[in-house]
């Protein structure tokens, strides 16, 4: 589905972050990227979005290797993200959020996420932090894009609700859909239960584990 040939980015010359990175990511499988923080990982998971485009190297979905006329559609189409800073819209309800990706009813998926239909008609400003988390995990969920990146999806959940989600992108992987969920998390708990662990170190991706 995905596939990484040889990126590499820096953020200044000299200042390398990823080297010659190559790796391929499949449907129905959960991967989890580990490793210390600044270590790049975000910018890895941009650069698999298309958010960012690497110093060098191709990023392929399908087997074709997008170019920057290929983003927009393939960001609108085939990608959701879960961000670290959630990405809502703010002057919009939660329900209204979820709209704007899917006409699918949003309150079931809301409710998977622990959001009751009082928390649905809110405005997101003024949801708590971790409800705006999984607002925004619940919008990522709702949607039928083909691969779904997340960048700590649980950094601002306790550990019950940090396990519940995670096993719903394990849901979106393993059920009908057979998506294809990258998450960057510091959790190890939450790595293990992924398909695959990825430990990014010194600028390469290696594969830690593999069930």
Do not use: W
């Amino acid at each position: 589905m995905l596939e990484l040939q040889n990126i590499s980015y820096s953020y200044q010359p000299g200042k390398s972050v990823l080297n010659n990175i190559n790796a391929a990511f499949r449907p129905g499988c959960v991967y989890a990227i580990v490793g210390s923080s600044g270590c790049g990982k975000s910018t890895l998971l941009s650069i698999m979005g298309g958010l960012d485009m690497p110093v060098s190297g191709s990023v392929l979905y399908n087997g074709k290797p997008l170019t920057k006329k290929d983003l927009p559609e393939y960001r609108k189409k085939y990608v959701s993200f879960i961000f670290q800073s959630y990405n809502l819209i703010d002057y919009l309800t939660v329900e209204e959020n979820l709209k704007l990706v899917s006409p699918l009813l949003a309150l079931p998926v809301l409710e998977k996420v622990g959001l009751n239909r009082e928390l649905a008609k809110r405005n997101v400003m003024k949801l708590s932090g971790g409800q705006q988390q999984r607002a925004a995990i619940a919008r990522a969920l709702i949607s039928d894009s083909s691969l779904l990146l997340a960048d700590e999806p649980t950094g601002s959940l306790d550990e019950e609700n940090a396990r519940a989600v995670f096993d719903l992108l394990i849901q979106y992987a393993h059920g009908p859909l057979q998506g294809c969920v990258i998450a960057v998390t510091h959790s190890p708990v939450l790595a293990r239960k992924a398909d695959v662990v990825l430990k990014l170190e010194d600028g390469v991706l290696r594969k830690e584990n593999s069930l």
